[in-house]
């Protein structure tokens, strides 16, 4: 676990996918907050979990859309990081949403139901949490938080 700027950690992964972005027509943009919150983690872990969370959008979009990624540190010294999609419907069914998170669970036709089950373990082996909501009038919105490295943000 190392001091981790999350904005930079963000970025890359942005960058990495851009191409995927522009063959699927989606258009993707980050909103960050105005200071870089730093974290005490493993940044290749906090990018696989950013990238699981926005290829679930990106499958979830199948005639392109607009993906949001927010960013910031928040007043309870805990970083939070938003994947928002207008996927093709109104999100996840309400039944599905107290099992998203479970091993070997998934909404997938060809989905194992792994992705989001490691996601949470690594959000919570570096003392956060992960939620999803529905995001109105179509598409969902999936959050982690992780909390701040000491005396961090920039």
């Known amino acids: 676990m190392t001091p981790t700027d999350l904005h930079e950690a963000i970025r890359e992964v942005l960058l ?13 943009s980050f909103q960050a907050g105005p200071e870089a919150p730093i974290v005490l983690g493993d940044r290749t872990q906090l990018q ?6 926005v290829m679930n959008s990106v499958e979830a979009m199948t005639d392109g859309g607009q993906l949001t990624i ?22 996840l069914e309400q039944d599905h949403m107290d099992r998203i ?6 909404t997938k ?3 194992i139901g792994m992705g989001l089950s490691i996601c949470r373990s ?4 570096h003392g956060g949490s992960i939620s999803a909501a ?8 999936f959050s982690f938080t992780v909390p701040l490295a000491a005396g961090a943000a920039r």
Do not use: K, M, W
């Not at 990495?16 to 993707?28: M, P, S």
């Not at 529905?134 to 919105?141: A, D, E, F, I």
């Open 48 to 53: 696989q979990v950013l990238l699981n969370l």
């Open 101 to 106: 998170f479970e091993a070997f669970f998934s």
């Open 122 to 125: 690594i959000v919570q082996a």
């Open 134 to 141: 529905n995001h109105s009038p179509r598409g969902s919105t």
């Open 16 to 28: 990495v996918l851009n191409g995927e972005f522009r063959r699927r027509g989606i258009d993707a």
């Open 109 to 111: 036709a060809g989905g």
């Open 70 to 91: 927010r960013s910031a540190a928040g007043p309870d010294r805990f970083a939070r990081v938003s994947v928002q999609d207008t996927g093709t419907g109104t999100g």
